[in-house]
């Protein structure tokens, strides 16, 4: 693959947040989850497993999990200035239902991949010796999730096709309904399908901002007097596109 292409490919994969509730074609999330397990992993220990919901009712008690710990996501970000509110949360603070419409609205995804972490897998490793047991070892853990996370992503992108990481935040309501047993744990949710929309290439800070060479560029370095205006700046480009379309209002 060239260059130009993986950079297309880049740019492409973006969050999606609406979905066609059309079916995939089958082998799709086989190639998708195949592509995946070859993320990079901490000690090659591939701490994953995948679950795949289709069926709409299962679908549907994840979702509806989903909106319980969204709850307290909704209300802590409603704690913030609405300047510096995060783009999907600027509304009156008793608008929930608007929030969830740009920010939870995956639901029609025909497809759920459930992706489980063992830690067991990671603690158990030659990695976990050499960073003690601790914090070091979450953190790996977590890295490698994240590794594994834009792979599936990529793949997904790769196919045509949307998808979104979405992060959960308490385990019990969503391990009754999925059966996987301790010490496993759901890491994220990406639901996945045909995109209703083509975001175009994502809002990033300009390069030459981040890029150093030789020594710290302190011209560069932002001070915490100006962490507000940087946070306002990313706040303000953002785009997002949980917003269903038109029709669907
Ligand atoms: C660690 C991590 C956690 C994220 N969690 C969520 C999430 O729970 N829900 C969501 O809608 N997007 C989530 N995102 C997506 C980001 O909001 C998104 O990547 C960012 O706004 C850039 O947009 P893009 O992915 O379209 O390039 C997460 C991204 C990362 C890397």
């Given at each position: 693959m060239k260059y130009d292409e993986f950079l297309g490919l880049?740019?492409?994969r973006r969050s999606i947040r609406v979905f066609k509730p059309e079916p995939i074609p089958d082998e799709y999330v086989m190639k998708i989850l195949d592509?995946?397990?070859y993320a990079m992993s901490?000690?090659?220990s591939q701490p994953w497993e995948f679950l795949v919901v289709e069926d709409r009712r299962n679908r549907e008690k994840l979702y509806q999990a989903y909106l319980k710990d969204f709850d307290m996501i909704y209300h802590l970000e409603q704690?913030?200035?609405p300047k510096y509110k995060h783009p999907a949360f600027k509304m009156r603070v008793d608008d929930r239902d608007e929030a969830i419409g740009k920010f939870a609205n995956w639901k029609d995804a025909p497809v759920y991949i459930c992706v489980l972490e063992d830690p067991r897998k990671m603690f158990g490793s030659v990695l976990a010796a050499?960073?003690?047991f601790c914090a070091a070892s979450h953190?790996?853990?977590a890295t490698t999730m994240g590794h594994l996370s834009m792979t599936?992503?990529?793949?997904v992108a790769s196919l045509g096709l949307g998808s979104q990481r979405v992060d959960v935040f308490v385990q019990e309501p969503y391990r009754q309904i999925l059966g996987y047993p301790e010490p496993l744990r759901l890491n994220i949710i990406v639901p996945v399908g045909y995109r209703t929309l083509e975001p175009g290439p994502p809002h990033r800070l300009p390069l030459e901002a981040l890029v150093h060479f030789e020594r710290y560029d302190m011209k560069k370095y932002v001070r915490s007097e100006d962490f507000l205006k940087y946070l306002g700046k990313i706040?303000?480009?953002g785009k997002r596109h949980g917003s269903p379309p038109a029709s669907n209002k």
């Open positions: 880049l740019k492409y592509a995946a397990h901490g000690a090659n704690q913030r200035t050499r960073s003690d953190s790996i853990l599936i992503q990529l793949a706040r303000k480009r």
